[in-house]
């Protein structure tokens, strides 16, 4: 279910987010967390917190439609955020693909058994893959 549709971002195109360091945020934001669209395109910041918050909904995020805008309008003015794993990876198949696991990234793990290594190198092997994508 998508509370943040195509109409509700379109509202925010026009604006521009309050970027800070003299632009730099954008900078890194553009770098660092906008994804390329079918069309090559990279995403804007709006686009970018539209996939995230309707990602989150998808895996499981109880959001009401007004938590859901009340979040999109916080990140569109750099109130709050989601860590910059989930702002890379929320509404993509790899979440899917990889039961969430690409969204986190920070593990300890005491290595006693087999199992334990097993784990911990699947998790390292997740670096390879999202560097792939």
Known sequence: MAYITDEYVSLHNAL???WGFGGMGEVV???TYSRKKENGDNETWPE???????????????????E??????HMFNLR??????ALWQLGTPLVNELNG???NN?????I??????????????????????
């Open 29 to 31: 934001f553009l770098r």
């Open 80 to 85: 709050c955020s989601f860590s910059g794993r």
């Open 68 to 73: 859901a805008e009340q979040l999109f309008d």
């Open 112 to 133: 006693e058994k087999i199992e334990d290594f097993e784990f911990l190198f699947d998790h390292l092997m997740l670096v390879v893959a999202l560097a792939s994508q």
């Open 101 to 103: 696991a690409s969204i």
């Open 16 to 18: 521009t987010p309050p």
């Open 48 to 66: 970018t917190i539209q996939r995230v918050i309707n990602g989150a909904i998808d895996i499981g995020v109880p959001y009401t439609q007004e």
């Open 106 to 110: 920070c593990y300890f793990i005491n």
